[in-house]
């Protein structure tokens, strides 16, 4: 079940996302001064160079390119600041504090059932308090896709407790298509260190 890569770098190397990359374009809305394949790349800039430069990873765009969201109506899961939104005219944000499309509710989860023909979730569904409770989390995605939809999920692992039990654990779930496990960094704010492809 498990693709597994001991960092981000390494996955990086890939020839499928160096493929990817080769012809990749930034969104021109997104004023970033320098774009880096991966969290860790930035690691090496010194605190100067943080306070001075407008950085962003592309991993996240990667990850929204294998399920098309540029040719899909699609929802951003936990969207925050609606970012996606701006580079993407068929992505619409729900959120359940920051402005968005859409307040994320329980009900919002109930209405929304089976109406998506693409969705994602970065880093914003790993807010639990066991690692198997993620399963549930996993299900109100794929319950959002229409027959034909295609979902991905990334989570930060430092967010949930006892995360190494995901390795056992997920290949038992239901609905997961492609998975990969980054063992670095433990810590992945940006793009998250497991990543999950959903479908219907």
Same mark, same amino acid.
């Given at each position: 079940m498990w693709e597994h890569y001991q960092s981000l770098n390494q996955f990086c190397e890939r020839p499928e996302y160096q493929q990817w990359l080769a012809q990749w374009q930034p969104p021109a809305q997104w004023h970033v001064t320098q774009w880096v394949n991966s969290e860790q #790349?930035?690691?090496s800039m010194t605190p100067? #160079?943080?306070?001075i430069t407008a950085w962003s990873t592309r991993l996240a765009h990667w990850l929204l390119d294998t399920i098309d969201v540029a040719d899909h109506r699609t929802v951003d899961i936990g969207c925050g600041e609606n970012l996606f939104a701006s580079a993407y005219?068929?992505?619409?944000?729900?959120?359940p504090k920051?402005?968005?499309?859409?307040?994320?509710?329980d009900s919002w989860w109930q209405h929304n059932q089976g109406i998506w023909p693409r969705a994602y979730a970065l880093n914003s569904l790993h807010f639990v308090t066991e690692p198997q409770h993620l399963e549930g989390q996993l299900q109100r995605v794929i319950n959002t896709l229409d027959t034909k939809g295609r979902a991905v999920v990334t989570v930060n692992r430092s967010m949930i407790p006892n995360a190494d039990q995901l390795w056992q654990l997920v290949p038992q779930w239901k609905g997961i298509e492609r998975a990969i496990w980054i063992d670095s960094p433990t810590n992945a704010p940006m793009d998250g260190n497991c990543w999950f492809w959903l479908k219907r």
């Open positions: #790349q930035q690691w100067r #160079q943080h306070g005219v068929t992505v619409s944000g729900v959120d920051f402005s968005a499309d859409a307040e994320l509710t």
